[in-house]
């Protein structure tokens, strides 16, 4: 079959790489893509939040199948452009999208469904923000109601800059502040059967610790020694089928990717957020442990079909992966700079590490693969267990040459030296 996945981020090029691997995909397309997604799939340039550019080009390509990575372009309806040229989509409606395109409406579906998740007020006025950041002290979680790529949470102690952000947002959610461990859990769904993927970590801060600020996520790893092996069978059963049974009922189903960021306090899992898409970076290591083909799952689900597809089967492998940003992130990244040392990569670790693309192009001499922006690239690893999948992770790092580029050194590092205890 053919195969068009939009996007351009180390997601897209996971998604590629699995779909390139899988022999029903006969040909892979991508818009917009990156240099490295460009070894595995033929470019276009495409707008992803242009719908009826997609559709058209989906159209053109004869695809029978169109992946859509990123956040907004769902929201921003692509994948309903895309399903009403008659080409299966996989990926939610506009409508079906809010869960992740407003925090509101992810509370109120939360709430309808009588899913677990941390008490809140949804506010618009300086009386509410105030009265709701009173109600539930330090520290203050606050939440701007709409995308803003992983920007829009501000967890802090400080009360005057809790209130500043809540000011800034316009509409915003002020939350109950959930302690514990948190862990990723992604869905495929065609909108009534519910497949549950394997659970990842991902680590959120810049820098070593978890200290400095939110980013997009600058690490993950699976599986989760530490977890309890009930823990997915649970989050189906309070979160993941309640949520799209709920909207099934609302007349609004959600088919495609149901990420759910949770919380596991000491009270008991709770939903920290739900996401429309695939996470990045905990797609690199869930697809990396993956081994049924792709594409057919992907498929499956777009056409409503996922109840008659057989179990998911997995690598008994662990996998690590390590994002490269650039200089500056996350603040005001810088581009421009040539990276070197991923031919290494291939030539030394391939295949148990390879490299994914997020922010980078090719220069005009048609060789030189550029920075292009704040994560740069992600370099994914398996072994037998999570210390060799870390040990091949970093080593493949260290041949890889971004000037003034960071990487986080402890990502999967306390799961390994838990998870090596145990074994000892
Ligand atoms: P989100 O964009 O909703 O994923 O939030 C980004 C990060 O903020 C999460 O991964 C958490 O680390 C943190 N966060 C969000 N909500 C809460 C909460 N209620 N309590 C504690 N931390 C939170
Ligand atoms: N890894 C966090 C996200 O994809 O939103």
Known sequence: MKVLVIGGGAREHALCRSLSLDPDVTALHC???????AEVAELHPVDAMDGAAVARLATELEAR???????????????????????????PSAEAARLEGSKAFAKDVMAAASVPTGRSYVCTTPEEIDKALDAFG???????????????????DDLAAAREHALACGRVVIEEFLDGPEVSLFAITD???VLPLRPAQDFKRALDGDAGPNTGGMGAYS?????????????????????????????????????????????????????????????????ARLRTPLAGVLLAAAEGRLADQPSLVWHDDAAVTVV????????????GDPIEGLADVVAQDAPDAYVLHAGTRLADDGSTVLSAGGRVLSVTATGKDLGQARERAYAAVDR?????????????????????????
């Not at 818009?31 to 997604?37: E, K």
């Not at 203050?140 to 949470?153: E, I, Q, R, S």
């Not at 609004?252 to 008991?268: K, M, N």
């Not at 050194?409 to 145990?422: G, L, P, S, W, Y």
Request: glycine share 12%; with cysteine; aromatic share 6%.
């Open 31 to 37: 818009a917009p893509g990156n240099a490295g997604i």
């Open 324 to 335: 490269v940003a650039s200089h500056n992130y996350p603040g005001t990244p810088r581009a």
């Open 65 to 91: 199948l169109v992946v859509v990575g990123p956040e907004a372009p769902l929201v921003a309806g692509v994948a309903d452009a895309v399903r009403d040229a008659g080409i299966a989509c996989f990926g």
């Open 223 to 287: 599986p989760l020694p530490w977890a309890d092996p009930k823990l997915v069978d649970e989050v189906m059963e309070t979160v993941l089928q309640p949520t799209v049974d709920e909207l099934r009922r609302r007349g609004t189903p959600f088919s495609g990717l149901l990420y759910a960021g949770l919380a596991i306090t000491g009270r008991g899992v709770r939903v920290i957020e739900f996401n429309a898409r695939f996470g990045d970076p905990e797609t690199q290591v869930v697809l």
């Open 400 to 424: 890889i040459r971004l000037d003034g580029s960071q990487h986080r050194t402890d990502i999967a590092r306390k799961a390994a030296e838990a998870e090596a205890e145990a074994e000892a």
């Open 191 to 193: 909108g009534r059967t």
């Open 138 to 156: 330090a520290p203050f979680v606050v939440k701007d109601d709409g995308l803003a790529a992983g920007k829009g949470v501000v967890v802090t």
